[in-house]
Antibody, heavy 121, light 109 residues
Framework: QLQLQESGPGLVKPSETLSLTCTVS??????????WGWIRQPPGKGLEWIGS???????YYNPSLKSRVTISVDTSKNQFSLKLSSVTAADTAVYYC?????????????WGRGTLVTVSS | SSELTQDPAVSVALGQTVRITCQGD??????ASWYQQKPGQAPVLVIY???NRPSGIPDRFSGSSSGNTASLTITGAQAEDEADYYC????????????FGGGTQLTVL
């Protein structure tokens, strides 16, 4: 059974870079059918798609975050990662990793539990 | 980029039927998917495609679409259905983008 698990620091200082990793277990990240994505949710607010990556390394980013976001994949470790630079308090959120189908409609069928990242000095 | 618009809050009497809607231009090209999120938990996919339910989702959840509007219907709402519901679709601009609606808080009375 495929599972996703986020990991990384829960506290990041303003202007620094937020770094998170999602570990895929119970299956291969090198599936030809799936993209692997990051989604965030500020406290008390809605969901925001950050970006997605294919196992080959192709990436797609939310235009509103594109200048600060890098998503990468490590197939040898069955992991993909998120880096968000120059963070501010507005980047405080629960960050989820999720898988979505590569073709047609993009629906996120499997989610990690999420990890809260607080931006504060 | 596309936007998806949802009513912020909806209420339904226990056992009655409720429809939650989502509007956006991308829905003319792609089906919406729907997610249920309870406090402190990750979202769970409840409807995808034309009207498909993942394994384990009760059949009281159904989806439909017309023009630029997608709907999630709960027929015979239960107390455990009280949650936030989000719609999502792929952006229709030709770029590989995803977009979420702002969410609807469902209260079961």
């Amino acid at each position: 059974q495929l599972q996703l698990q986020e990991s990384g620091p829960g506290l990041v200082k303003p202007s620094e870079t937020l770094s998170l990793t999602c570990t895929v277990s119970g299956g291969s990240i090198s599936s030809s059918s799936y993209y692997w994505g990051w989604i965030r949710q500020p406290p008390g607010k809605g969901l925001e798609w950050i970006g997605s990556i294919y196992y080959s390394g192709s990436t797609y980013y939310n235009p509103s975050l594109k200048s600060r976001v890098t998503i990468s994949v490590d197939t040898s470790k069955n992991q993909f990662s998120l880096k968000l630079s120059s963070v501010t308090a507005a980047d405080t959120a629960v960050y989820y990793c999720a898988s979505h189908i590569r073709y047609g409609d993009w629906y996120f069928d499997l989610w990690g539990r999420g990890t809260l990242v607080t931006v504060s000095s | 980029s596309s936007e998806l618009t949802q009513d912020p809050a909806v209420s339904v009497a226990l056992g009655q039927t409720v429809r939650i809607t989502c509007q956006g231009d991308s829905l003319r090209s792609y089906y919406a998917s729907w997610y249920q999120q309870k406090p402190g938990q990750a979202p769970v996919l409840v409807i995808y495609g034309k009207n498909n339910r993942p394994s384990g989702i009760p059949d009281r959840f159904s989806g439909s679409s017309s023009g630029n509007t997608a709907s999630l219907t709960i027929t015979g709402a239960q107390a455990e259905d009280e949650a936030d519901y989000y719609c999502n679709s792929r952006d229709s601009s030709g770029n590989h983008l995803a977009v979420f609606g702002g969410g609807t808080q469902l209260t079961v009375l």
